[in-house]
């Protein structure tokens, strides 16, 4: 159809000195130009590895082992290497959160973005350099025009990640993975930033991946979400179903941690018991069923699928309390009596 992005059944895994790990599966979701998704969860849910293979920056130990992610209509998992060095530097474009790709030191901040900016633009190197400082003061750096002459040691941490922003943003890319880009910013400055993402959304119909375990950035910012535990999709739906209409224990458990507007110190924040298991001690049945106040007996043996919730193919789950439903629904369809 029309997407942009088609990620199907993605399984990632790792080599370790016990074995392979997996650390991602059956992760699938399309994404339209113009069009947010969210990806929430823990950390060590598996967030930061789906973005990664769709980068194919895996590192020496990590694979793609199952699946396919289709950028307008080109398998990422299938493409050579230096095929898939041309798709970061022009269609997709990342921003991290601890930059892995970190500004070069022996170059100014201009120097850098200049060059970046017409390699994907056709500017003159005097309209590129305006173009920088103007992005620069978008995402809240003050003295832009002085700033972009310095070198990036001579720059804060915060300074820099607004940097990284600047530049992911000023080419205008077609998707922008964006993995908990604002997490160590004020919260000034993270308003600022994510107004201008999604200005670029509008004027470029850029499609966006913003992954976070903020549900307020989610709130914000996503069209669609998917709820990911313990390397595996366990809810997705569009915003609002998701936030009216939570299903997954983990997702409810989610929502109940937020804090609320009139947060006062002494309101103690719910806080989901217990953490994310590692890959190494994946529980069987349901990987949730250790921290999940509905789990039975049928959760600890037994793998839930992920089915859509009351006939609805955009909002599905992957937990037995709705399986019931599902069963019952299609055995009344499916009735010849
Ligand atoms: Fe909880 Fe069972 Fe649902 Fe897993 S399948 S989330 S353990 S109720
Ligand atoms: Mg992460």
Redesign the pocket.
């Known amino acids: 159809g029309n997407n942009i992005l088609e990620v199907d059944k993605l399984q990632t895994a790792f080599k370790t000195d016990k074995g392979e790990v997996i650390s991602v599966e059956e992760v699938t979701f399309q994404l339209e130009p113009g069009e947010t998704i969210g990806i929430v969860g823990e950390s060590g849910c598996g967030k930061s590895v789906t973005s990664l293979s769709i980068m194919r920056l895996l590192g020496t130990h990590g694979f793609i082992k199952k699946g396919s992610i289709k950028l307008n209509g080109k398998d990422l998992a299938q493409v050579s290497e230096a095929e898939m060095r041309k798709v970061r530097g022009n269609e997709i474009s990342m921003i991290f959160q601890e930059p892995m790709t970190s500004l070069n030191p022996v170059f100014t901040i201009g120097n850098q973005m200049v060059e970046l900016i017409r390699l994907h633009m056709d500017y003159t190197a005097k309209e590129a350099k305006k173009y920088a400082v103007e992005m620069l003061q978008k995402v809240g750096i003050p003295r832009a025009e002085v700033i972009i002459d310095e070198y990036p040691h001579s720059l804060s941490g915060g300074m820099r990640q607004r940097v990284m922003i600047a530049m992911a943003l000023s080419c205008k890319p077609k998707l922008l993975i964006a993995d908990e880009p604002t997490t160590a910013l004020d919260v000034t400055i993270q308003a600022q930033i994510l107004e201008l993402m999604k200005s670029l959304k509008k004027e470029s119909n850029t499609s966006i991946m913003m992954i976070t375990h903020d549900l307020g950035v989610i709130a914000e910012m996503a069209d669609k979400v998917i709820v990911m535990y313990a390397g595996q999709v366990v809810e997705e739906a569009d915003v609002f179903t998701l936030f009216d209409e939570p299903k997954?224990?983990?997702t409810k458990g989610l929502i109940e941690s937020i804090p609320h507007l009139e947060y006062d110190s002494d309101q103690k924040l719910y806080s989901i018991p217990g953490s994310v298991p590692t890959l190494q001690q994946m529980p069987k049945g349901?990987r949730?069923?250790t921290r999940?106040p509905?789990?039975?007996e049928k959760?600890v043996t037994d793998r839930?699928p992920h089915l859509a919730v009351d006939g609805n193919s955009n909002h599905k789950v992957r937990?037995?309390?709705y399986e019931e439903v599902g069963s019952k629904t299609s055995t009344h369809t499916s009735g010849s009596e």
């Open positions: 997954h224990p983990y349901c949730f069923h999940c509905y789990a039975t959760c839930p937990c037995w309390l």
